[in-house]
């Protein structure tokens, strides 16, 4: 081993000759050394699918992982693999739907969704659960079966939370698709048309979607509405996250 005054011999010359060594040493120290054990699952498939730089905002998705886990605790899900996000937040001109695999942490689709003609214009500001109200309905559903109707192939989902999406199957609020959910249409006028209060998608690719999210998914359309943040009893409910 090398004596006291040698080492402290040899460390000066080294500094001298790489200045910036100190420098690199505590760089790789502070940037590259972190906690592994305190990262969630949810936090690694957000970071690693790069939703935040997709224009996902993040309390919409840990408010879709809280409730996504509560359906499942309860079992409802029959299919837990995949989780679907409308971010009502953001305006129609964006892609504000995201379809994702939680199990095998993939991004499936990520497109465009229409809100309610009595949501508001390029944003969805005002929800109800009301019949006839044409507003959309912020909350957590679950997809059930597919069917031919007026809209031509579309998607029954079914609202879990009383005064906020209840009567989604009575409003026949259901996933279809919609000529004016294009991006020629955002081109022109700068937002999306609006539907009756229907999550609306493209007719490029409204097939695809609800093929892999039909039966038994999870569906969480998010908006900024205080009374549902502060009363939904989803949101409030005890569960064990996934680690």
Same mark, same amino acid.
């Given at each position: 081993?090398?004596?006291?005054? %040698?080492?402290?011999? /040899? %460390?000066?010359?080294?500094? #001298? ?13 502070? &940037?590259? @050394? !972190? ?7 949810? &936090? ?5 699918? +790069? ?11 840990? @408010?879709?992982?809280?409730? $996504? ?10 299919? &837990? ?26 991004? %499936? !689709? ?5 809100? *309610?003609?009595?949501?508001?214009? &390029? ?15 912020? *909350? !957590? ?5 597919? @069917? #031919? ?5 579309? %998607? ?23 000529? $004016?959910?294009?991006?020629? /249409? ?22 695809? /979607? ?13 908006? #900024? ?12 409910? +005890? /569960?064990?996250?996934?680690?």
């Amino acid at each position: 081993m090398l004596k006291p005054a %040698l080492y402290l011999i /040899v %460390l000066f010359i080294l500094l #001298n000759i790489y200045p910036g060594a100190s420098k690199v040493s505590q760089t790789v120290r502070k &940037d590259f @050394y !972190f906690d592994t054990g305190k990262l969630t699952s949810q &936090d690694i498939l957000f970071d690693t699918l +790069k939703l935040g730089k997709l224009g996902l905002g993040r309390t919409a998705y840990e @408010y879709a992982m809280l409730g $996504y886990n509560v359906l499942k605790a309860k079992g409802k899900l029959q299919n &837990d693999k995949i989780l679907s996000i409308a971010d009502m937040s953001l305006p129609s001109s964006k892609k504000r739907l995201f379809v994702i695999d939680v199990k095998n942490y993939k991004l %499936l !689709f990520v497109t465009y969704v229409a809100h *309610g003609k009595n949501s508001g214009l &390029d944003k969805a500001l005002y929800f109800s659960n009301e019949p006839e109200s044409n507003k959309t309905s912020v *909350g !957590f559903y679950t997809t059930l079966n597919t @069917y #031919n109707g007026e809209h031509g192939y579309s %998607l029954r989902i079914e609202g879990h939370e009383i005064g906020f999406n209840s009567n989604a199957l009575e409003r026949d609020i259901v996933v279809h698709s919609a000529n $004016y959910v294009d991006e020629s /249409v955002v081109r022109r006028q700068g937002y999306l048309g609006r539907s009756l209060g229907c999550p609306a998608l493209s007719p490029e690719i409204f097939k695809q /979607v609800i093929e892999k999210i039909k039966g038994g998914t999870c569906l969480f359309i998010y908006g #900024n509405d205080g009374s549902y943040i502060t009363n939904s009893k989803m949101l409030k409910q +005890k /569960v064990k996250m996934e680690k």
